[in-house]
């Protein structure tokens, strides 16, 4: 029987269904009470709290007020709990590591890095107009300045990346502001979608119906589970066995430019993000007012899907080449640790991949610490190698060619086990 906990607050729950948008707690250490489902809420809840709780918040302590009132009690030592299998002396040593990587400072930011960081992005929007200024508008002169802007695009990128995760400032109020600055402005986009999104995949990475980021919404099939389920119920909407050479048409040139633009703008309205519109109204404002006089209103449309399309083929191959490759499937309930080990691998590191890559090359790190500053995950990255190789987690590390070509691989071989579960099983 549970030990029922008497909360401060009385709990109310609302009625379901339908599913009304209740609270905001993953990945953000202010409440925001329009932006999130029950069913978001409770998936927070259920996940083994404390290593995920730390992980994602910088201020614990302040999100714990306002989860406190939600305690309707605790399970006791007797009952059933998806933690039982768990290897207890993992989890304990993880937490350890953890400590002692606070203890190094390893969360502690650099305002150079960073400064610097956006100072080169600033500096690439501001050389692309100079070009075009000087060097007017020829063929050779937009091809180069599409490749600028698409640099431009990629590295904002990156960097909101690091204020969404709070691993910037402090203060996660100021971490919040310059996000909405750095992906609304600099690109376009809205802060809310990506922490909604995002958070979810760092919570279950590479977990069927949690993590949206394996939601490929019936065009690939995934891993080696659900590539038989598929053939097993002759469910075929595209010929899977070549999905690793749709794969080119599909998901690198349109997942930006086409499905998240449309996806941003629709979130936007639905969910009345009205400050996240603001600011991307403003980055299409500044964007065609100093295009238009140069291009004109179509070229200037023109030019921005083109680095659309760039930008999508950079940011797919990157993010992809981490995740795919691994394993993907249905919810295991493992710990904090091996979870993330199994659905995340690393990318040999180098001056180009750390800038390339945006320090996703440390992805084994980032989705440990999701807080930390990506500048200290080399630091940590030897600690977390003798934790693995203590309890026997595999720790993947690989060079950046090799990486691209496994998420081909990955895709034929899971193509192969549609197509043979199609027609023989």
């Known amino acids: 029987m549970c030990q029922q906990v008497i909360p401060e607050l009385e709990v109310t729950w609302p009625p379901f269904p339908p599913v009304p948008q209740l609270l905001q707690v993953g990945g953000n250490d202010t409440v925001n009470r329009k932006h999130i489902s029950l069913l978001d809420l409770t998936e927070f809840l259920l ?34 709990s998806q933690d039982r299998d768990k290897n207890s002396q993992l989890v304990e040593d993880f937490r350890t590591l953890r400590k002692t990587a606070e203890d190094m400072n390893l969360f502690q930011a650099s305002p150079l890095f960073f400064s610097c960081y956006l100072g080169h992005i600033i500096v690439m929007e501001v050389l692309a107009w100079l070009m075009i200024s000087y060097f007017g508008t020829g063929w050779i002169t937009t091809l180069i300045l599409a490749c600028i802007l698409t640099t431009s695009q990629a590295q904002a990128g990156w960097l909101q990346h690091d204020f969404g995760h709070l691993s910037v400032f402090k203060k996660s109020s100021w971490n919040h502001i310059v996000h909405k600055f750095v992906i609304g402005h600099l690109k376009g986009a809205s802060a809310n979608w990506w922490n909604h999104r995002h958070f979810q995949h760092h919570a279950k990475p590479n977990i069927f119906q949690k993590d949206p980021d394996v939601n490929m919404l019936h065009i690939f099939v995934l891993g080696d589970t659900q590539p038989v389920e ?21 998901f690198p040139p349109l997942l930006i430019p086409v499905y998240f633009q449309i996806q941003i703008i629709s979130t936007m309205i639905k969910r009345r993000f009205w400050a996240d519109l603001a600011w991307a109204i403003s980055y299409y404002l500044r964007y065609f007012i100093t295009y238009i006089p140069f291009y004109g209103v179509l070229g200037s449309l023109c030019l921005l899907t083109f680095v659309r399309f760039l930008e999508s083929h950079w940011f797919v191959w990157v993010t992809q080449m ?10 295991k309930h493992r710990d904090w640790l091996s979870s993330q080990m199994a659905a995340t691998c690393n990318i040999e590191q180098s001056f180009f991949n750390d800038w390339f890559t945006g320090h996703l090359n440390f992805q084994i790190e980032h989705h440990l610490f999701p807080t930390m500053p990506r500048h200290n995950f080399w630091k940590v990255k030897p600690l977390v190698k003798s934790l693995c190789a203590k309890y026997g987690v595999h720790y993947e590390e690989k060079p950046l060619g090799k990486a691209f070509v496994d998420i081909v691989g990955s895709l034929k071989k899971s193509g192969d086990l549609w197509l043979d579960a199609y027609l023989h099983k």
Do not use: C, R, W
């Open 47 to 80: 996940f083994p709290l404390q290593d995920a709780f730390q992980a994602f918040h910088i201020n614990p302590t302040l999100v714990q007020k306002f989860l406190k009132p939600l305690l309707i009690g605790e399970l006791a030592p007797g009952e059933p």
């Open 230 to 250: 598929y053939g097993k119920k002759k469910l075929k909407y595209l010929p899977y066995n070549h999905q690793h050479e749709y794969f080119f048409l599909i």
């Open 322 to 331: 981490n995740h795919i490759p691994m394993e993907i499937d249905s919810e």
